[in-house]
């Protein structure tokens, strides 16, 4: 099983930054993918930036250019580094990671959600 923790949302004025971390917890055979995903009031959840354990990234068009995706392997923590932010940027974000678990079972999991508001 694994538990994600995140952390780092809050309110901020557009054109400010925020930087969410999610730190992963548990016992898995191996971590693959890792990202973060948002949902607005109304709307269905998506893609916000996913990185795979070699570093691959993948961003949504909405936010490229002005979000970072970054993982510390060793800490097994995910990072979203979020500059330019826009109103139409708030949401709740959550954590996403892809791993086998001890019982070779291929899991998705998700983090309890942390909210992010940008003022306008």
């Known amino acids: 099983q694994v538990q994600l923790v995140e952390s780092g949302g809050g309110l901020v004025q557009a054109g400010g930054s925020l930087r969410l971390s999610c730190a992963a917890s548990?016992?898995?055979?191996?971590?693959?993918?890792m990202g973060w995903y948002r949902q607005a009031p109304g709307k269905q959840r998506d893609m916000v930036a996913t990185t795979t354990s070699s570093g691959s990234t993948n961003y949504a068009d909405s936010v490229k250019g002005r979000f970072t995706i970054s993982r510390d392997n060793a800490k097994n923590t995910v990072f979203l580094q979020m500059n330019s932010l826009q109103p139409e940027d708030t949401a709740v974000y959550y954590c996403y990671a892809e791993a086998l678990s001890s019982d070779y079972r291929l899991r998705n999991y998700w983090g309890q959600g942390t909210q992010v508001s940008v003022s306008s």
């Open positions: 548990g016992i898995w055979f191996s971590m693959n993918a």
